[in-house]
């Protein structure tokens, strides 16, 4: 099983940025999608979610109306587009695959650092 996520780096105040989450060795389709991050200190929080089928998802209410998570189950990819963000959106964000609700496979993470 392999996630692999790319797209972070250093973005100002109110730039934008699009993570990519590319994953083999599981069946994609059958699992909900999610992003989570953890800044320095905290506790990993979930980000976004999507599933299976059907697009159905939720965010947490710190990112509502800034980010869209969405995926592609021909080609087995999960993205989060970012805008507007905030020095608080720092974080190492990851690409979860979830089981039942919980993270069943995760990826090595990818840093974003909202800094001006």
């Known amino acids: 099983v392999q996630l692999v996520e790319s797209g972070g780096g250093l973005v100002q105040p109110g730039g934008s940025l699009r993570l990519s989450c590319a994953t083999s060795?599981?069946?994609?389709?059958?699992?909900?999608m999610s992003w989570y991050r953890q800044a320095p200190g905290k506790e990993r929080e979930l980000v976004a979610a999507?599933?299976?089928?059907?697009?159905?998802?939720n965010y947490a209410d710190s990112v509502k109306g800034r980010f869209t998570i969405s995926r592609d189950n021909a080609k087995n990819t999960v993205d989060l587009q970012m805008n507007s963000l905030k020095p608080e959106d720092t974080a190492v964000y990851y690409c979860?695959?979830?089981?039942?609700?919980?993270?069943?496979?995760w990826g090595q993470g990818t840093q974003v650092t909202v800094s001006s």
């Open positions: 979860i695959a979830l089981q039942r609700g919980y993270p069943r496979y």
């Open positions: 999507i599933a299976s089928v059907g697009g159905d998802t």
């Open positions: 060795g599981f069946t994609f389709s059958r699992y909900h």
